[in-house]
């Protein structure tokens, strides 16, 4: 399906607009808003450049390929694809966002070996597990052919996969992952193909599994081992790498593989060095010391007489989540021609000492290639806020808790907050022990509760003209802030938040030419307390809350959650059976866009059927208690008409929220 529009527009501000790197908990009092403030207080143009900025309108628009200098209103294209029948949550997919990342990562490497004179050249492969979707893997390997990019299988499905998709002359594959026979006779009967197909040893055990196939079709392998380095990375994966990490082979298990492959007359089929301490790192550091440890290895390996011709270097290149450029997890603190320069550089400085040829170098950036390309367009459709009013000066004859909470309400000063707030809490602690025995009515009790809240509101308030906010009442932006509910599952769309507490980049994608007033943490649809997101990103740390607009009864109000391509859709699962989004591939043509692809997302009865139900047969179990309901009288035939038509369009209709 192809649908052509979209007008071309300048974007409303300049890539190279500076970041507003704020100390936390200042309180900003601005004439007036603007674009350019929501960029700032979105920290947009850190993680989005240079594929999303805020226009002068306040919208958020979309470069995919900056080069060409070509903007999408993410808002106007929402609306027009709503407009077409497609219900949110939608996943939007910039296709051309993908070859732009393929472009820079090859382009920098190339970069590197012109700098450093190195000898040899660079292969990319984007390892399919990170976003197994066809559409993508197929945008891969057509924006990747220009660069003899290629594919990583960590698995006997994903190599199927990787067999289909890299039909190019000299395409290469890596085979990763744990392997059977099977699995390893296809790799070796697809080295015959007119395309490179390395299979990786991970564990000693496969070098016999690969022995016996090799005798069984008759084909030398083309073998690489995988190193479990000693260097560890950082963050959440670290045990990727070190004595315990769950792949690879320990210096003596490679000397094993070496003096077997020897003493079969096969010591040239080992041609590869992998390696791999973990995604994300965020700190320039770790790579640096596993690229000086693998490249020994490497010169070592061919040392000891293996026809060594490849070092891959595996993935780990970060994206920026936050934008704030530093070793947080969320983040990186290196550029990615820093990236390319040190594996160039320990490479060639190892190999030229040991006067040993250098290798073709390979790496598995997936999360780099995919990360930026899909957008999550989510609607709020609710909101939960308390608002408890002024507080009422309590009657002569009113309890004394009362009369000193509403002293202490009046008393709140800049000057006196953290005391304020003890002499509330104490207040409430009294009042739920005298209720507790029996000497305060519930009533009472009430009036206490809500006249401490209206302390806390008001010692909020008070806080936002400090420059200092003492850690107790850090609290209270989340404790009084509202939820906004919206039309989504995290646990399809963004597992990783509820799995790790992963941080993305989220947003209004309209309305940014006004300032959002509201203090807002997100839920989800389904009935399960984790289906929360209450840690957002911010450029000196992780916030609890998101600076969102009031809402409308007459505009609808949009959210996007951005750098969510990697991972995320393959993870997601059926929480509620919350199905598989809609989802859109959207690529620039010299009139504007189109859109090339659309892929409905899961109806109820799709997602039934999963779990081992027959739509048929349950339409015919409720015509059935229906038929019996209106022979005894208990409904009328246009209520069960009614009944059966709303049962079956709903086994047809999208699994989240629509419009009536």
């Not at 060409?68 to 407009?83: G, H, K, S, V, W």
């Not at 790579?287 to 490497?298: D, F, H, P, W």
């Not at 920026?320 to 390319?340: I, P, R, V, W």
């Not at 006004?514 to 943490?521: F, G, K, N, R």
Request: hydrophobic share 40%; aromatic share 8%; glycine share 8%.
């Amino acid at each position: 399906m192809t649908i052509h529009g979209g007008k071309l527009m300048a974007s409303g501000l300049d890539a190279a607009t500076d970041v507003s790197r704020r100390a936390p908990n200042v309180s900003e009092q601005p004439v007036g808003w603007s674009p350019e403030r929501s960029a700032q207080r979105y920290q947009i143009t850190g993680w989005g450049s240079p594929y999303f900025q805020v226009n002068a309108r306040g919208q958020v628009e979309v470069t995919p390929n900056p080069d060409r200098q070509q903007c999408i209103n993410l808002y106007d294209l929402t609306l027009e694809l709503r407009a077409r029948g497609l219900e949110l949550p939608l996943l939007i997919r910039f296709s051309d966002i993908v070859g732009d990342r393929i472009r820079r990562l090859n382009e920098a490497f190339g970069k590197a070996i012109t700098e450093y004179e190195y000898p040899g050249t660079y292969r990319g492969v984007f390892p399919v597990k990170v976003n197994q979707q066809r559409h993508l893997v197929e945008e891969i390997v057509r924006y990747g052919r220009a660069w003899n990019f290629g594919l990583e299988a960590g698995s006997k499905p994903e190599l199927l996969i990787a067999l289909a998709a890299m039909q190019d002359v000299g395409g290469l594959i890596i085979c990763n992952g744990y392997k059977d026979q099977k699995y390893i006779e296809t790799a070796l009967v697809a080295q015959k193909f007119d395309k490179t197909v390395i299979v990786v040893l991970e564990r000693i055990e496969e070098l016999d599994i690969v022995i016996k196939a090799s005798e069984k079709v008759g084909i030398r392998p083309f073998l690489g081992v995988r190193a479990k380095l000693t260097t560890r990375g950082v963050g959440r994966w670290a045990d990727s790498a070190g004595d315990r990490a769950k792949f690879g082979l320990t210096t003596s298990e490679m000397v094993e593989v070496v003096d077997r492959l020897s003493e079969l007359g096969m010591l040239d089929c080992l041609q590869l060095l992998h390696f791999h301490i973990g995604s994300q790192i965020s700190s320039i550091i770790p790579i640096k010391n596993a690229m000086q440890e693998a490249s020994n290895i490497y010169v070592e390996l061919a040392k000891m007489g293996a026809k060594m011709g490849y070092l891959d270097v595996g993935g780990g290149l970060a994206v920026d989540y936050d934008g704030s450029k530093t070793d947080f997890h969320a983040s990186k603190n290196y550029q990615l021609e820093e990236y390319a320069a040190d594996v160039v550089s320990h490479v060639q400085a190892a190999c030229a000492k040991a006067d040993v040829p250098v290798p073709t170098l390979v790496s598995e950036s997936g999360r780099a290639i995919a990360a930026h390309h899909s957008v999550l367009v989510l609607e709020v459709v609710g909101q939960s806020q308390v608002r408890f009013g002024e507080p009422v000066e309590p009657r002569p004859d009113a309890h004394r808790l009362l009369k000193e909470l509403f002293e202490t309400y009046g008393g709140i000063q800049p000057k006196n907050v953290q005391e304020s707030y003890h002499d509330a809490s104490q207040a409430k602690e009294e009042a739920q022990s005298l209720f507790k025995y029996g000497y305060l009515s519930l009533r009472e009790r009430a009036q206490v509760e809500r006249l401490f809240w209206n302390c806390c509101e008001k010692i909020h308030q008070t806080l936002k003209r400090l420059k200092f906010v003492p850690e107790e009442l850090q609290h209270l932006d989340k404790n009084l802030s509202a939820i906004y509910y919206c039309n989504f599952s995290l646990f399809q769309s963004a597992p990783d938040i509820w799995a790790i507490d992963h941080l993305f980049p989220i947003m209004p994608i309209h309305r940014l030419d006004e300032e959002p007033t509201v203090s807002a943490t997100l839920a989800d649809l389904t009935c399960d307390s984790d289906g929360m997101i209450d840690h957002f990103i911010d450029v000196e740390d992780v916030k609890s809350t998101l600076a969102v607009h009031t809402l409308s009864d007459t505009e609808s109000y949009f959210l996007g959650m951005f750098l969510n391509g990697a991972y995320q859709e393959i993870l997601g699962d059926l929480h509620n059976l919350f199905g598989d989004t809609n989802a859109i591939h959207v690529e620039l043509t010299d009139n504007g866009y189109q859109i090339g692809h659309v892929i409905k997302g899961d109806s109820i009865s799709d997602v039934l059927r999963y779990v081992e139900y027959q739509p048929e047969n349950m339409v015919e179990a409720v015509r059935r208690q229906a038929e019996r309901a209106v022979s005894q009288g208990r409904i009328t035939n246009e209520q069960m008409r009614t009944l059966l038509q709303h049962y079956e369009e709903s086994l047809r209709s999208y699994t989240y929220l629509t419009e009536d």
